[in-house]
Nanobody
């Protein structure tokens, strides 16, 4: 398993942008698919975005398509989530995940998870 540490969360007004980062250590980052999930109190964790280990393919939840972009920098062992046109409904704790299998990433069954970073969007 890899260890994951997220950063970049914060408070922003609706319409604003944030870039989340997730740094991986302790494993072969370059061979892991990566994902971002979000969670609000009282609800299950929800899929946001995923990227293959090559970085060549990205997948998004319908609610964020056209607004969020996931990308990775293998030299930095980092995966990013660029969040634009944020709205109040995006408020959540965002967690990144790592797994060899993209299917397990998208199903929320990754073996490695970070602690999360809080994103708060105000109107």
């Amino acid at each position: 398993q890899v260890q994951l540490v997220e950063s970049g969360g914060g408070s922003v007004q609706a319409g604003g942008s944030l870039r989340l980062s997730c740094v991986a250590s302790g494993g072969t980052f370059s061979r892991h698919a990566m994902g971002w999930f979000c969670q609000v109190p009282g609800k299950e964790r929800g899929f946001v975005a995923a990227i293959t280990w090559t970085g060549g393919n990205q997948f998004y939840a319908d609610s964020v398509k056209g607004r969020f972009t996931i990308f990775r920098e293998s030299a930095e062992n980092t995966v990013y989530l660029q969040m634009n046109s944020l709205n109040v409904g995006d408020t959540a704790v965002y967690c990144c995940s790592a797994e060899f299998s993209l299917v397990r990433i998208r199903d929320g069954r990754a073996g490695s998870w970070g602690q999360g970073t809080q994103v708060t969007v105000s109107s």
